[in-house]
T-cell receptor, first 116, second 107 residues
Framework: EAGVVQSPRYKIIEKKQPVAFWCNPISGHNTLYWYLQNLGQGPELLIRYENEEAVDDSQLPKDRFSAERLKGVDSTLKIQPAELGDSAVYLC??????????????FGPGTRLLVL | GIQVEQSPPDLILQEGANSTLRCNFSDSVNNLQWFHQNPWGQLINLFYIPSGTKQNGRLSATTVATERYSLLYISSSQTTDSGVYFCAVDRDDKIIFGKGTRLHILP
């Protein structure tokens, strides 16, 4: 069974440029998460989807970040415009949540973003 | 919001040693998971353990929800156990990760 797939694995951009990350969750997983991980820190949840609905986006900086999960499968996270402080690893995870519970999460390899 | 504290922050051990990692949380939680992040950055779930004790090979975990802590035990450490161990809690649909324990196993 394929795991969570993310692309690109690495991205270098100049500040003020846009950037987008793509995530394909494990087949059948209805819940998808985007996290940001700074160096030496634990992941911080940005947004959580249940199917197509964003059920928790309270930590998403909505002035520059946006996300979508069309058809309840793949998801895209976008930053526009990127700032120097956005340099981090962006992780995608998925789980099979039953009855609204928080089930075991499976993480992708992440996208390492460097903003110059 | 809820606070998650992990200890120790760093741990260096010789191969074959045993270790105990601790996760304290400041309020009641619905769920708790332990993860291992390997040196290449991949996060792997180890245990989904809101309460009780679970074992998987050389690893085991215990969560005492009433006292707001969880412990991860690693026995007979191997170099492949190196990396960062995170606990994450879920409360009111908010998922909070601790800062992790960085474990380095020396050959």
């Amino acid at each position: 069974e394929a795991g969570v797939v993310q692309s690109p694995r690495y991205k270098i951009i100049e500040k003020k440029q846009p950037v987008a990350f793509w995530c394909n969750p494990i087949s059948g997983h209805n819940t998808l998460y985007w996290y940001l991980q700074n160096l030496g820190q634990g992941p911080e949840l940005l947004i959580r989807y249940e199917n197509e609905e964003a059920v928790d986006d309270s930590q998403l900086p909505k002035d520059r970040f946006s996300a979508e999960r069309l058809k309840g499968v793949d998801s895209t996270l976008k930053i526009q415009p990127a700032e120097l402080g956005d340099s981090a690893v962006y992780l995608c995870a998925s789980s099979l949540a039953v009855g609204g519970g928080w089930e075991t999460q499976y993480f992708g390899p992440g996208t390492r973003l460097l903003v110059l | 919001g809820i606070q998650v504290e992990q200890s120790p922050p760093d741990l260096i051990l010789q191969e074959g040693a045993n270790s105990t990692l601790r996760c304290n949380f400041s309020d009641s939680v619905n769920n708790l998971q332990w993860f291992h992040q390997n040196p290449w950055g991949q996060l792997i779930n180890l245990f989904y353990i809101p309460s009780g004790t679970k074992q998987n090979g050389r690893l085991s975990a215990t969560t005492v929800a009433t006292e707001r802590y969880s412990l991860l035990y690693i026995s007979s450490s191997q170099t492949t156990d190196s990396g960062v161990y995170f606990c994450a809690v879920d409360r009111d649909d908010k998922i909070i990760f601790g800062k992790g324990t960085r474990l380095h196993i020396l050959p």
